[in-house]
């Protein structure tokens, strides 16, 4: 059974910046997609970013690019997701999310991460960026 927790988390001013990590267990996620969403209050979950197995597979949403970078460390078993110039609007709930990607491209995984549909999630961490 696979497990991530997040961690990072908090409360920042704006203009500040903020490292989650996710680490995960009961699975090694060499050959997984590895994603990050965030939910904020009472909006829908929103696809932050995401990385595959390899260096060239990595998306990252139009709303966050030049300010968010996701990557990962297949040692730790980790995905981090780097944020600088938080904003007050990148309050949240930020999710970890995993998933082997059998039998599809990786274009077709992301596709349905995208819709929220990957295998194993983390439990959430709260950021709060106040002004």
């Known amino acids: 059974q696979v497990n991530l927790v997040e961690s990072g988390g908090g409360s920042v001013k704006t203009g500040d910046s903020l490292r989650l990590s996710c680490v995960g267990s009961?699975?090694?996620?060499?050959?997984?997609?590895m994603a990050w969403f965030r939910q904020m209050s009472g909006k829908a979950r929103e696809f932050i970013g995401a990385?595959?197995?390899?260096?060239?597979?990595?998306d990252l949403a139009e709303s966050v690019k030049g300010r968010f970078a996701v990557s990962r460390d297949d040692v730790k078993n980790a995905i981090y997701l780097q944020m600088n110039n938080l904003k007050p609007e990148d309050t949240a709930v930020y999710y970890c999310?995993?998933?082997?990607?059998?039998?599809?491209?990786?274009?077709?995984?992301?596709?349905?991460?995208?819709?929220?549909?990957?295998?194993?999630w983390g439990q959430g961490i709260q950021v709060t960026v106040y002004s």
């Open positions: 999310a995993v998933d082997p990607c059998h039998g599809t491209t990786w274009y077709g995984c992301l596709t349905r991460g995208k819709k929220g549909d990957w295998s194993s």
């Open positions: 009961g699975r090694m996620f060499t050959n997984y997609g």
């Open positions: 990385v595959g197995w390899s260096a060239d597979k990595l």
